[in-house]
Protein backbone atom coordinates (compact mmCIF):
# COMPACT_ATOMS: atom_id res chain seq x y z
CA UNK A 1 0.00 0.00 0.00
CA UNK A 2 3.02 2.80 0.68
CA UNK A 3 4.35 1.60 -2.97
CA UNK A 4 0.90 3.34 -3.73
CA UNK A 5 1.11 6.32 -2.41
CA UNK A 6 4.50 6.84 -2.99
CA UNK A 7 3.15 6.30 -6.67
CA UNK A 8 0.39 8.90 -5.91
CA UNK A 9 2.61 11.27 -4.04
CA UNK A 10 5.08 11.68 -7.25
CA UNK A 11 2.33 11.94 -10.15
CA UNK A 12 1.42 15.17 -7.96
CA UNK A 13 3.96 16.29 -7.75
CA UNK A 14 4.80 16.07 -11.11
CA UNK A 15 1.72 17.27 -12.00
CA UNK A 16 2.05 20.57 -9.59
CA UNK A 17 5.39 20.64 -11.48
CA UNK A 18 3.94 20.92 -14.82
CA UNK A 19 1.25 23.29 -13.68
CA UNK A 20 4.14 25.82 -12.44
CA UNK A 21 6.31 25.73 -15.12
CA UNK A 22 2.94 26.28 -17.22
CA UNK A 23 1.91 29.61 -15.52
CA UNK A 24 5.50 30.87 -15.26
CA UNK A 25 5.74 30.66 -19.09
CA UNK A 26 1.95 32.31 -19.31
CA UNK A 27 3.34 34.91 -16.61
CA UNK A 28 6.38 35.17 -19.09
CA UNK A 29 4.63 36.64 -21.93
CA UNK A 30 2.35 38.59 -19.94
CA UNK A 31 4.91 40.63 -18.32
CA UNK A 32 6.54 40.78 -22.62
CA UNK A 33 2.71 42.03 -23.59
CA UNK A 34 2.79 44.63 -20.89
CA UNK A 35 6.52 45.83 -22.00
CA UNK A 36 5.34 45.77 -25.57
CA UNK A 37 2.55 47.73 -25.18
CA UNK A 38 4.15 50.33 -23.10
CA UNK A 39 6.75 50.92 -26.03
CA UNK A 40 4.04 51.04 -28.17
CA UNK A 41 1.51 53.58 -25.96
CA UNK A 42 5.13 55.47 -25.42
CA UNK A 43 5.89 55.70 -28.91
CA UNK A 44 2.66 56.66 -30.38
CA UNK A 45 2.72 59.81 -27.78
CA UNK A 46 5.81 60.87 -28.78
CA UNK A 47 5.36 60.30 -32.54
CA UNK A 48 2.12 62.25 -32.01
CA UNK A 49 4.84 65.48 -30.80
CA UNK A 50 7.11 64.87 -32.94
CA UNK A 51 5.23 64.40 -36.26
CA UNK A 52 3.08 66.88 -35.51
CA UNK A 53 3.36 70.03 -38.71
CA UNK A 54 4.80 72.33 -36.51
CA UNK A 55 7.09 70.49 -35.07
CA UNK A 56 8.26 69.02 -39.19
CA UNK A 57 8.41 73.09 -40.08
CA UNK A 58 10.60 73.89 -37.45
CA UNK A 59 13.11 70.61 -38.22
CA UNK A 60 13.07 71.32 -41.73
CA UNK A 61 14.01 74.67 -40.92
CA UNK A 62 16.81 74.17 -38.71
CA UNK A 63 18.12 70.71 -40.58
CA UNK A 64 18.24 73.53 -43.64
CA UNK A 65 20.41 75.57 -41.98
CA UNK A 66 17.91 78.64 -41.69
CA UNK A 67 19.36 79.31 -38.23
CA UNK A 68 22.67 78.62 -38.79
CA UNK A 69 25.43 76.08 -39.50
CA UNK A 70 26.83 73.85 -36.76
CA UNK A 71 29.62 76.17 -36.18
CA UNK A 72 27.60 79.11 -35.91
CA UNK A 73 23.84 77.75 -34.65
CA UNK A 74 22.87 80.13 -31.90
CA UNK A 75 19.59 80.16 -30.46
CA UNK A 76 19.61 83.32 -29.13
CA UNK A 77 19.13 85.04 -32.50
CA UNK A 78 16.21 83.22 -32.34
CA UNK A 79 12.35 84.79 -32.19
CA UNK A 80 10.31 83.82 -28.55
CA UNK A 81 8.56 81.20 -30.40
CA UNK A 82 11.17 79.42 -32.43
CA UNK A 83 13.48 79.35 -29.00
CA UNK A 84 10.97 77.78 -27.65
CA UNK A 85 10.94 75.11 -30.28
CA UNK A 86 14.55 74.93 -30.55
CA UNK A 87 14.35 73.71 -26.92
CA UNK A 88 10.94 71.63 -27.27
CA UNK A 89 12.70 69.71 -29.67
CA UNK A 90 15.98 69.61 -27.69
CA UNK A 91 14.17 68.16 -24.79
CA UNK A 92 12.05 65.49 -26.73
CA UNK A 93 15.20 63.71 -27.80
CA UNK A 94 16.86 64.00 -24.75
CA UNK A 95 13.67 62.00 -23.32
CA UNK A 96 13.53 59.53 -25.84
CA UNK A 97 17.14 59.13 -25.17
CA UNK A 98 16.47 58.58 -21.70
CA UNK A 99 13.84 56.25 -23.02
CA UNK A 100 16.35 53.92 -24.41
CA UNK A 101 19.32 54.19 -21.66
CA UNK A 102 16.77 52.84 -19.66
CA UNK A 103 15.53 50.13 -21.70
CA UNK A 104 12.20 51.49 -21.28
CA UNK A 105 12.14 51.83 -25.23
CA UNK A 106 13.93 49.50 -27.57
CA UNK A 107 16.29 50.78 -29.76
CA UNK A 108 15.31 49.33 -32.85
CA UNK A 109 11.79 50.68 -32.33
CA UNK A 110 12.55 54.30 -32.22
CA UNK A 111 15.09 53.72 -35.55
CA UNK A 112 11.85 52.37 -36.90
CA UNK A 113 10.09 55.31 -36.39
CA UNK A 114 12.52 58.80 -36.09
CA UNK A 115 14.84 57.14 -38.86
CA UNK A 116 17.38 60.02 -39.66
CA UNK A 117 15.84 62.81 -38.03
CA UNK A 118 17.92 62.59 -34.48
CA UNK A 119 21.20 62.37 -35.71
CA UNK A 120 20.09 65.87 -38.46
CA UNK A 121 19.61 67.58 -35.65
CA UNK A 122 21.87 66.80 -33.59
CA UNK A 123 24.83 67.50 -36.55
CA UNK A 124 23.45 71.46 -36.60
CA UNK A 125 22.78 71.38 -32.11
CA UNK A 126 25.97 69.79 -31.31
CA UNK A 127 28.21 72.58 -31.02
CA UNK A 128 25.89 74.68 -29.76
CA UNK A 129 25.31 71.67 -26.55
CA UNK A 130 28.54 71.00 -26.48
CA UNK A 131 29.32 74.76 -25.32
CA UNK A 132 26.41 74.96 -23.27
CA UNK A 133 27.63 71.84 -20.67
CA UNK A 134 30.59 74.27 -20.00
CA UNK A 135 28.50 77.26 -19.14
CA UNK A 136 25.54 75.55 -18.43
CA UNK A 137 25.07 71.98 -17.15
CA UNK A 138 27.80 69.05 -18.00
CA UNK A 139 24.92 66.71 -18.80
CA UNK A 140 23.02 69.11 -21.00
CA UNK A 141 22.29 66.76 -24.27
CA UNK A 142 24.30 63.67 -23.04
CA UNK A 143 21.03 61.18 -23.55
CA UNK A 144 20.24 62.55 -26.53
CA UNK A 145 24.02 62.20 -27.89
CA UNK A 146 24.35 58.50 -26.59
CA UNK A 147 20.95 58.09 -28.61
CA UNK A 148 22.85 59.54 -31.93
CA UNK A 149 26.18 57.48 -30.97
CA UNK A 150 23.81 54.28 -31.23
CA UNK A 151 22.21 55.28 -34.77
CA UNK A 152 26.05 55.76 -35.94
CA UNK A 153 26.90 52.15 -34.20
CA UNK A 154 23.86 50.37 -36.09
CA UNK A 155 24.67 47.52 -37.93
CA UNK A 156 21.11 48.19 -39.83
CA UNK A 157 22.53 51.64 -41.31
CA UNK A 158 25.50 51.50 -43.80
CA UNK A 159 28.02 53.88 -44.34
CA UNK A 160 26.76 55.36 -47.38
CA UNK A 161 23.49 55.85 -45.39
CA UNK A 162 25.04 59.13 -43.70
CA UNK A 163 26.85 60.37 -46.32
CA UNK A 164 23.41 61.71 -48.12
CA UNK A 165 23.02 64.93 -48.31
CA UNK A 166 19.67 66.95 -48.07
CA UNK A 167 17.51 64.44 -46.78
CA UNK A 168 14.91 65.65 -44.34
Known amino acids: MGDVWAAVGAVSAAIGTIVVITASFFAYSQIREARLSRHVQL ?16 RHRLISGE ?23 HDQLEMLGVLVEKDLLA ?35 RNFERLVRRYQNSSVLPAQYWDRQNVL
Open 43 to 58: LISFQEKYHAPAARRF
Open 67 to 89: FGTPGNFDPAHMSAEDYHSFWQL
Open 107 to 141: FDLVLACFHRSPPQVWDVIEPYILQRRNHASPLEG
